[in-house]
């Protein structure tokens, strides 16, 4: 199911790359995306530490844009 | 549920193409402690971060962390006793940028006394389009051995893979989004039918014995987990000096377990000098195909679990935070330093896995009330950047 939903997005990425792309954001015009606040993952070492509670505690893993490791948490 | 589904199709067709600049990581440290309390079981312990950047195309960094634990949680209680444990954990990591590509190599070891993993990772970023779209992939080796306290004689060996992609898309001047695919595969290595590697050796499930009362056995999983993952996150900025973060994910694996989670996330800086963060996270999962709270009899099945993790459940997070910007000067060397405080709150409500520490004169077998989790976990952190 997840499988066939990542191949639909890249198909749709796909027919996008086809035609030519400028970038609509200029470089003078991200200074709100380049403020701390629009930060993912602003802290982490905060961050990695929350992800291995949510991993310790959930049997769901990945997805989150996190490296991981082995952590013994079974 | 639906409406994650639509949420992330959505969110997919109008990304249309996939965020960032290459650029090095900030130089900083990072001190963190952190502490866990809930379902009996207390976890705390420090956490450091330095990252450092050699010249202008090399960043480099080092993370040590210590989980100090002390655990008469619901398991233990049931058929073990109390233990205290330590785990520690080293990570190096390195980051070469060339042009607009980011190359990254990480080693991870954990280490206590009766588990011990191994874990190498790499990966490529690249960035396109004027740096308005970032697609990385990344791929990490794991290599785990599984060992028991009472026994040292046992060694489970586990092998562990994990393949990534990942995109990002700046897709207007106020609006971040990312996109991140896992698919992960854990393979005991060398053992026999009756062995396994991927659950807790000391856990047992529980069965009928035909007379009202049940007994225990050792818990017996599969030899392989296969899991994919697909997870969108989202920041907006909002209309004043704030922003708000969206997180979906899907998950499922080859042991029929099926979870969503969504997350709300709101960042309110005020006065400079600080930050506020409020969260909310929902999470719910389908439970394993060979879980049960109570099997009808003793090897009723090849595999058996009754590990609350792999039970049906739902949970939520509240989370709320503060950063505190210290005021340059104050602390010398670094250009910039913060204190930070955060604390998460998890509710977790399982469907299928009852507190058997009951007493089985108040309540018949497989009649116990259903078992609920509270935990508190705190973070509190220094950082600087230099």
Redesign the interface.
């Known amino acids: ?3 066939r ?2 191949l639909f ?1 890249v198909l ?2 796909s027919l ?2 086809c035609s030519p ?7 003078y ?2 200074q ?2 380049a ?6 993952e602003r ?4 961050d990695s ?2 992800h291995h ?1 949510y991993d ?10 996190a ?6 948490c ?1 | 549920m639906a409406v994650i589904n639509r949420l992330l199709l959505l969110a997919f067709v109008l990304l249309g193409n996939i965020v960032h600049a290459a650029v090095l990581p900030d130089e900083r440290i990072d001190l963190l402690y952190h502490g866990y309390d809930g379902g009996g079981a207390q976890i705390d312990g420090p956490s450091i971060l330095v990252r450092k950047n050699i010249g202008a195309s090399v960043s480099v960094a080092a993370n040590y962390y210590v989980d100090m634990v002390s655990s008469a949680s619901i398991d233990v209680q049931a058929t073990a006793s109390p233990y205290s444990e330590e785990r520690k954990e080293q990570g190096f990591s390195g980051q070469y940028l060339i042009d607009r590509s980011t190359i990254k190599l990480g080693y991870t070891s954990s280490k206590e006394n009766d588990y011990d993993a191994s874990t190498y990772s790499f990966g490529i970023d690249q960035s396109f389009f004027g740096d308005l779209t970032t697609v990385g992939f990344g791929v990490s080796f794991g290599e785990d051995v599984v060992g028991q306290n009472t026994d040292p004689t046992y060694k489970r060996d586990l092998q562990r893979r994990k393949y990534s992609i990942n995109a990002s898309q700046i897709v207007t001047k106020n609006l971040l989004a990312s996109l991140s695919f896992d698919s992960a595969t854990d393979q005991c290595l060398n053992l026999t039918q009756d062995e396994s590697c991927l659950n807790n050796p000391y856990r047992s499930v529980r069965y009928l014995t035909g007379t009202g009362g049940y007994l225990y056995q050792s818990e017996r999983y599969p030899h392989t987990r296969n899991s994919d993952a697909l997870g969108l996150r989202a920041i907006y900025y909002l209309p004043y000096r704030a922003s708000v973060r969206v997180e979906a994910r899907q998950f499922s694996d080859s042991w029929g377990i099926d979870a969503d989670n969504i997350e709300l996330r709101y960042l309110h800086p005020y006065d400079e000098q600080w930050l506020f963060e409020v969260k909310y996270r929902i999470y719910s999962q389908s439970g394993a195909d060979f879980y049960a709270d109570l099997f009808p009899y003793r090897d009723a099945q090849n595999f058996l679990a009754r590990d609350k993790e792999l039970s049906e459940f739902s949970s939520t997070t509240i989370g709320l935070g503060v950063t505190y910007k210290i005021p340059a000067g104050v602390i010398p060397w670094f250009d910039k330093s913060t204190a930070n405080l955060y604390w998460d709150r998890f509710d977790i409500d399982y469907d299928d896995f009852r507190d058997a520490r009951v007493s089985p004169t108040d309540f018949a077998a497989g009649a116990e009330p259903l078992y609920n989790l509270q935990a508190d976990v705190f973070r509190f952190y220094l950082s600087f950047w230099f």
């Open positions: 199911m997840i499988l939903r990542l997005i749709l990425f996008v790359a792309i400028k970038p609509w954001v200029k470089p015009e991200r709100k995306i403020d701390e606040i629009m930060s993912f802290d982490p070492i905060a530490y929350l509670v310790a505690r959930e049997a769901a893993r990945g997805g989150d844009g490296s991981g490791g082995g952590c013994g079974n």
